[in-house]
């Protein structure tokens, strides 16, 4: 979603910070999920070094929420939903409990079988401010995911 002014701008930062604008994610991750459904609650901070995001009892609350759609030989689908937005945290959580998504060279994923971070935003929900009518978008996968879950 993209703002083309600032009142809708503004609407979006708030819808956002309050949770009515919901959005939902595919990933593919690395091994097995042993539990069909889960939250990872763990605070998240800036390395030290390089560009990514850890798990650190200094860091910022961070809260992902995760259902196991299918799952596979060497890697589980699921579907994420984001209960904050800090930055890298659906790939900083996946990795902190040892199954970082599919192709991800920050974060340590396996990149035999994806050459991007295998994340799709995959659904957008929210009421519309002026028509108080509740919108929802989908957008199928992108091929290379699509192919490894056949």
């Known amino acids: 979603m993209l703002a083309k002014h600032r009142l809708a701008n503004s609407w979006m930062n708030q819808a956002l910070a309050d949770h009515t604008l919901v959005k939902r994610y595919l990933a593919l991750v690395g091994g097995q999920l042993p539990d069909d459904h ?21 860091g910022k609350p961070a809260k992902t929420e995760y259902w196991v759609r299918q799952r596979f030989s060497g890697y589980t689908l699921v579907e994420v939903l984001l209960h904050t937005g800090r930055t890298h ?6 990795q ?17 079988e994806m050459t991007r971070q295998a994340l799709h935003a995959f659904q957008l929900g929210y009421d519309d401010p002026m028509t108080h009518v509740h919108q929802q978008f989908a957008l199928p996968l992108p091929e290379d995911m699509q192919r490894l879950i056949k």
Request: proline share 5%; no cysteine.
């Open 38 to 58: 889960g939250i990872i609650d763990a605070p998240l901070r800036r390395a030290d070094e390089g560009f990514n995001q850890i798990v650190a009892e200094d």
């Open 89 to 94: 945290q659906i790939r900083a959580h996946f």
């Open 96 to 112: 902190s409990i040892g199954h970082p998504l599919l192709g991800d060279a920050l974060y340590g994923g396996d990149q035999q």
